[in-house]
Structure formats: C-alpha cells, structure tokens
C-alpha cells in the first residue's frame, strides 16, 4: 500500500467528494504534482486537504484510468471516500509535518501550509501519524474509528488516548511481539513520539527493551499503523503492561534491573569516602566514623546490631548476610545523621537492595509497604516475605522512616516529616 495526499480548493474538493473520483490533466508545462496522480493503484489511501483541514480519508478502488475527452487526456481514479469525525488540522501539527517533510514535491510548504500541487505521495510514517491525529486506523478498505477518551473531539487539537485498547489489542498474538523484538534495532521510535524507558523495561532473553515502544510497534498487526505514544499509557496498571505479561513477556523495574547498578554504587562509594578525606573541618576520629558508617561498618554497625542484632525482616543473624543500611540515604543526610543508628536498620542482602531503591518501606506501626512491581513478580513470596508481615519500628527511628515513606510510598507519607 502507498499513500497519497490530495489539496483542492474548496469548490473541487467538495465536487470530488461527492463524485467519488480523483481527475487530473497533464500541465502544459510538466508537474509533478500532477504526474503523481498516475501512481495511485487499487488500495492505496488517499487524504484529502482543503484549506488547510484534512476532511476525508479515502481508498482508491482502482488503479489509476487514462482516458480521453474533448479537452485531452484525462487520468481518474475512483475512490472510496470516509468522513472523519475528527477532522486534522495540519496547523495544529505544522511541527511534526515539517520534521518529516520531504524535500520534494512535499504537500505543504516550508511554511507549513498545504501546497496547492494537487497531489503528492507520502511516506508510511506521515501517513500513520495523521491516522492517529484522526483517531483511525484501516482494516479490509474500510476506516474505522477508535473509541476515545472524553474530552476528545472538544480538544479538537490533537490525539487523544484509547479508550477501547483492552479489546482491541485483545487480538495481539505472543509472535506479534517477537517480531518486533527481532527487529528492534531498526525501530525509529522517536518518530512516532516514543522516548527511552525511565521506570521500566521489557526482558526477554537477557536484553532489554522499552515495554511501551514493543506494544505501540507491534499494534501493527492489529491495526495496520503503530500506536504512538500519547494514544495509550504505560505503567503496572496499563493495558499495554497487562497485554504483555498476560503473552508471556517480563516487565521489570529498571533501578531492580540495571546491570551497571554495582559498578555505580561502588563510584559513589570512593567520591563519597572523598569528599569526607578532604573535609578540613572534620576531626580525624569523626572523619573515620563517617568513612566506616558510609561502607557499613565501624560504630554504625556495632549500634545496629546491638539494636537488633538481626534481619529486621528475615531474623537472619549470621553477620556475613547482614547489612547495615542507612534509611534516609548517605546523600540526604547530615553528618549527625549519617553517625545516627536510628537512621539505619539491619537488613540481610536481598532485603537492604529492596529497601534502598524504595521497593519497601515501613508504616508507622511496622506494617509493610510494597511496592507493585514486587507484587507482581511475586518477590516477596520467592524470598519467604509475607505482605502482611509487620515489624517492631523504634520510636527514634520515625522521623527517618516518615522522610523514605514520603519519597517512595507518598499516599503513605507524613506530611510533618521534612528533609
């Protein structure tokens, strides 16, 4: 299938609408614009422009008829025509039209107005972009408009999102995805307005790849266009994240999943231990209590343990699989804090990276707080946590746990609690 685009005037445009057919003549001096006409075949979409409003889509029902008439040659093409309900504005999208323009026989100007040329042929992104700023995709020659969220034909400014996406990707099949996964590395997202994950990727056989870009990608097989960006929403309770897990696929927390994450920990470690060398207000005694607190060992640690003298969570005691980590982290912290023992908690291992990348924390009253992505991976269970597990919080340490609440969990925060 090509793609087409045809600018009229007003009076042309509505003739031909009403006709069903697409006429052109030969310039007496030659035209491209109008030469393209002859390039339509059966099946390709055609959009219609008048002054400066995309108004209909429409599918040639043949391809392209030389005929003869008192006037010369004559080239038609009948048509199919379909009325948008969400008519384009080309104005309201002169950014993203420019970006893409081609640098010949464009059908708008450097302006960003409709080129008055008659007819030019347009690329397979262009074309699926202004279906999405329509609200439409296409199926077997017919248009079929998506359902959208309330509030979107009164914007009249841009796509809206999906409203009906659960039953309509309801069809996407696991191959679907390997497709897109296979060919990934060819994927210019950012051309139908994707950027890179921030929050979460998409594993699958050890790489990683943006969850949001695979599903908007691989909505070609449902709906013959890609989803773009701000037709749906990402995120644990997403239909795009449902939809892949229900086929199989990982979501995973990219602060869980960086494979750098040691290396940059370890970075932090030596600038931290740095900075805390070259201080020249700090004592040599408190400057070696801050190092030894920083790495987890020294007085801070003898405190935690005496505090505790286990797992806050797993009652692990074997001191080799315990670590004494800081709940208002070593950044945030003042010195004062930094030496405090009631701003740590004694954690095993697989516990402390969980409560450092804010993926638990505690109430008030000792309740567990977990995150969803744990959740849903079934973490807590693999590692014998059980999400109704609770915990005795010392009193001291309240003030801490209240600033980690209002970073990680805030519906769980304190609003008294400050840094």
Same mark, same amino acid.
Request: proline share 3%.
């Given at each position: 299938?090509?793609? =087409? ?17 697409? +006429?052109? +003549? ?32 429409? =599918? !040639?029902?043949?391809? &392209?008829? $030389? ?47 409709? $080129? ?8 397979? &992104? ?7 700023? /329509? *609200? ?16 979107? +034909? ?51 056989? *050890? ?8 599903? *908007?990608?691989?909505?070609? !097989?449902?709906?013959? +266009? ?21 086929? *199989? =696929? ?29 201080? !020249? ?42 670590? !004494? ?36 924390? =505690?109430? /008030? ?20 946590? $059980? ?33």
């Amino acid at each position: 299938m090509n793609y =087409f685009w045809i600018t009229q005037k007003p009076k042309s445009h509505k003739e031909e609408l009403e006709n069903g057919w697409i +006429r052109a +003549r030969p310039a007496k001096i030659y035209n491209q614009y109008r030469e393209t006409v002859k390039s339509i075949k059966k099946g390709d979409l055609i959009f219609f422009c008048s002054s400066g409003v995309i108004s209909h889509i429409g =599918f !040639a029902l043949g391809s &392209v008829m $030389h005929e003869t008439d008192e006037k010369g040659i004559l080239w038609t093409v009948k048509f199919k025509p379909h009325q948008l309900e969400m008519p384009i504005d080309i104005r309201v999208h002169k950014e993203y039209l420019l970006d893409k323009r081609a640098k010949k026989y464009s059908p708008i100007t450097s302006f960003g107005k409709a $080129h008055q040329g008659y007819c030019s042929e347009i690329n397979k &992104v262009t074309a699926w972009f202004l279906l999405s700023r /329509a *609200g439409v995709y296409y199926n077997n020659d017919n248009i079929i408009e998506l359902e959208k969220a309330v509030g979107y +034909r009164e914007a009249k400014s841009a796509s809206s999102r999906v409203s009906n996406l659960n039953s309509l990707m309801s069809k996407l099949d696991r191959r679907d995805i390997l497709d897109v996964l296979g060919k990934f590395e060819e994927i210019q997202y950012t051309d139908y307005k994707f950027k890179k994950s921030t929050t979460y990727d998409l594993e699958y056989n *050890g790489n990683l790849f943006p969850p949001k870009v695979i599903f *908007g990608v691989s909505a070609i !097989a449902v709906i013959n +266009r890609v989803l773009f960006a701000d037709e749906f929403t990402g995120g644990l309770d997403s239909v795009c994240f449902k939809v892949l897990t229900s086929l *199989g =696929f990982n979501i995973i927390d990219k602060s869980v999943s960086d494979v750098n994450s040691q290396k940059k920990a370890i970075d932090l470690l030596i600038e931290d231990i740095y900075e805390i060398e070259k201080d !020249a207000n700090i004592s040599i005694t408190d400057r070696k209590q801050l190092i030894d607190a920083r790495v987890g060992q020294g007085k801070f640690r003898r405190d935690l343990n005496k505090l505790y003298g286990k797992c806050l969570l797993t009652d692990i005691s074997l001191d080799v699989m315990l670590r !004494a980590s800081h709940i208002k982290p070593w950044r945030e912290s003042s010195n004062y804090e930094r030496l405090d023992p009631y701003n740590g908690l004694l954690l095993s291992a697989n516990i402390d990276i969980l409560f450092d990348k804010g993926l638990i924390s =505690f109430k /008030a009253n000792g309740e567990l707080l977990i995150s969803p992505v744990l959740v849903e991976n079934n973490i807590l269970e693999l590692i014998g946590i $059980h999400a109704v597990t609770s915990v005795k919080i010392n009193e001291k340490c309240q003030k801490y746990l209240g600033w980690h609440r209002n970073k990680y969990f805030p519906s769980h925060g304190d609003k008294d609690v400050h840094d």
